[in-house]
T-cell receptor, first 111, second 116 residues
Framework: QKEVEQNSGPLSVPEGAIASLNCTYS??????FFWYRQYSGKSPELIMFIYSNGDKEDGRFTAQLNKASQYVSLLIRDSQPSDSATYLCAVRSSNTGKLIFGQGTTLQVKP | EAGVAQSPRYKIIEKRQSVAFWCNPISGHATLYWYQQILGQGPKLLIQFQNNGVVDDSQLPKDRFSAERLKGVDSTLKIQPAKLEDSAVYLC??????????????FGPGTRLTVL
């Protein structure tokens, strides 16, 4: 079992729709969870950080965390073509403190 | 505020050759990370420095990879000799502190290495 698992996609949604990206993790002791956006040929950029169960909203982005189910998700409302990128889920290891990244989900928003 | 700088941006070498990458972190950031990102995968931590000391190098292939951070600022990552499977993007990142929580890591533009 991978430590952090994501569906590689691509996930294709029409412009204006809600994009839902999912991530599961194996480290039950993890407390910090991150979503990074990575445009093709560019470096990762942090877009969301969450550590409490429930929802955290920032503009069009909502991160959802369920520690009991070891599941974290990212919702993008009113998706725009500029949101087309790979979204990386990262979990901070409770043992080492380092970030463990999933393989990323490629999102395509079609005009 | 200037971001994380890396050079070169691209490098093509033959297998068994050596290569070195350079990273200059954001000013004042004590923690520096080197990641390897193979196409289609997420970044994998190779080595983490706190100032000029190594915190974690558990996933660094030490028979061929080496890294140093002299004076706790710039860092170099070297591969000698390179193998085909080393083809990847090498990302340098830095953060203000080493502690957990948010502790945002800022990534440089990366060096794309192709080993032929």
């Amino acid at each position: 079992q991978k430590e952090v698992e994501q569906n590689s996609g691509p996930l294709s949604v029409p412009e204006g729709a809600i994009a839902s990206l999912n991530c599961t993790y194996s480290d039950r002791g993890s407390q910090s969870f991150f979503w990074y956006r990575q445009y093709s040929g560019k470096s990762p950029e942090l877009i969301m950080f969450i550590y409490s169960n429930g929802d955290k909203e920032d503009g069009r982005f909502t991160a959802q965390l369920n520690k009991a189910s070891q599941y974290v998700s990212l919702l993008i409302r009113d998706s725009q073509p500029s949101d087309s990128a790979t979204y990386l889920c990262a979990v901070r290891s409770s043992n080492t403190g380092k970030l463990i990244f999933g393989q990323g989900t490629t999102l395509q928003v079609k005009p | 505020e200037a971001g994380v700088a890396q050079s070169p941006r691209y490098k093509i070498i033959e297998k068994r050759q050596s290569v070195a990458f350079w990273c200059n972190p954001i000013s004042g950031h004590a923690t520096l990370y080197w990641y390897q990102q193979i196409l289609g995968q997420g970044p994998k931590l190779l080595i983490q420095f706190q100032n000029n000391g190594v915190v974690d190098d558990s996933q660094l292939p030490k028979d061929r990879f080496s890294a140093e951070r002299l004076k706790g600022v710039d860092s170099t990552l070297k591969i000698q000799p390179a193998k085909l499977e080393d083809s990847a993007v090498y990302l340098c990142a830095s953060s203000l502190v080493m502690a957990g929580g948010r502790n945002e890591q800022f990534f440089g533009p990366g060096t794309r290495l192709t080993v032929l």
